[in-house]
């Protein structure tokens, strides 16, 4: 009876084993061409607890520099962002940061009320999958899911990714189970410039007026940052395209001033951050590269430790040690992007990451 007890147990854990080591495979990895898929973990390998968080798409994750806030201002951030990240994703993970940690201050970027619906499988998972299992990540799911999705196939990815066996490469192999980190504080570096020349209008739309869906998780993620007396600072990035409609932003000036929250359009402030479109732009002007994002970050330091009272915390032993490590990474990739400029002349679709 022992040994049918033994062999049982034996044939389970064999079983289980062999399913953790053909997801592990299976999964992509991020660590290489798409490196946005890889972000959402990371923020768990840091042992800090941040004083602001940012949440949103790429125009918070590729316009934001962590390091630059660490080093002029003492300000200890991390941006949980994610390629087109829907404000129900942004939503879950602030319900998650908060239950984890408790910062001063979360910043919302307010370009994914234009989406009401589910939108993508792919950019759903590139969200979803580097999340750890809790309430806020089966939520996140459930608000995700496209009609094409099954909420199994998240507890399960093997199921979803099985296919992949033909097209498993040196990566799967080489980031079985630890891989390299990709951003910096959530921030995505690009040090290459492409000038915005011929950045189109927007196309008139035939209504301006966000969704319900969008409206009931931005009053859910207002309602969660007062109830645990942390500030809501709802920005739109300086980003010249995707448009923003000026009927979109006096939505948000509206929405702000009725919740008593603070709105920044930084597109309205590329004069007084210094942005200069033919220098600090690497796409044509969708994303900041490095130099644009540290001047939008000098700017919006100054806000944070002005008007919001975000401490100075340079000369914390810890904290200190961290950015150490974090800053040395920093320069290392400025320097090799900018050594190997010719690697990076790849312009992202518009929809891309957003």
């Not at 949103?56 to 316009?63: Q, S």
Request: hydrophobic share 35%; with cysteine; net charge negative.
């Amino acid at each position: 009876m022992l040994k049918k007890s033994l062999a049982v147990i034996l044939s389970i854990a064999v079983a289980v084993s062999g399913l953790w080591f053909a997801t592990k495979l299976l999964e992509p990895k991020y660590m290489s061409g798409i490196l946005e898929g890889a972000m959402i973990s990371e923020y768990y390998d840091d042992p800090t607890d941040h004083n602001v968080v940012f949440i949103g798409d790429c125009e918070l994750y590729e316009n934001i520099s962590p390091v630059y806030l660490w080093n002029n201002y003492g300000i200890n951030s991390y941006i949980r962002g994610s390629a087109q990240q829907l404000i129900w994703q942004s939503y879950y993970l602030a319900e998650e940061t908060i239950r984890l940690e408790h910062p001063d201050a979360i910043v919302f970027n307010v370009l994914s009320m234009k989406y009401n619906e589910p939108q993508n499988e792919a950019y759903n998972r590139m969200t979803i999958d580097g999340m750890r299992w809790s309430s806020s990540k089966v939520g996140s799911i459930n608000a995700s899911m496209t009609d094409e999705e099954n909420f199994i196939e998240y507890v399960f990815p093997i199921l979803r990714y099985h296919s992949r066996w033909s097209d498993l490469n040196a990566d799967d192999w080489d980031y079985l189970v630890n891989r390299d980190k990709v951003s910096f504080n959530g921030y995505y570096m690009r040090v290459d410039e492409k000038p915005a020349e011929d950045v189109p209008e927007g196309r008139p739309l035939t209504d301006y007026q966000f969704g319900d869906n969008a409206y009931y998780y931005l009053d859910k993620l207002t309602k969660l940052c007062k109830d645990n007396d942390v500030e809501l600072i709802l920005v739109k990035a300086p980003t010249l395209y995707p448009y923003w409609y000026d009927e979109w932003d006096q939505q948000m000036i509206d929405y702000a001033k009725s919740n008593d929250l603070t709105y920044i359009n930084f597109l309205n402030l590329q004069d007084e951050m210094g942005l200069d479109w033919n220098k600090d732009t690497y796409d044509g002007g969708l994303h900041l590269n490095l130099s644009g994002a540290e001047k939008m970050s000098d700017y919006f330091g100054k806000v944070l430790v002005e008007e919001f009272n975000i401490p100075d915390r340079r000369g914390e032993a810890e904290l200190d040690s961290y950015w150490n490590t974090v800053n040395d990474r920093y320069e290392l990739e400025k320097e090799r992007q900018t050594n190997n400029l010719e690697l990076y002349g790849t312009v992202h679709d518009p929809d891309e990451n957003k």
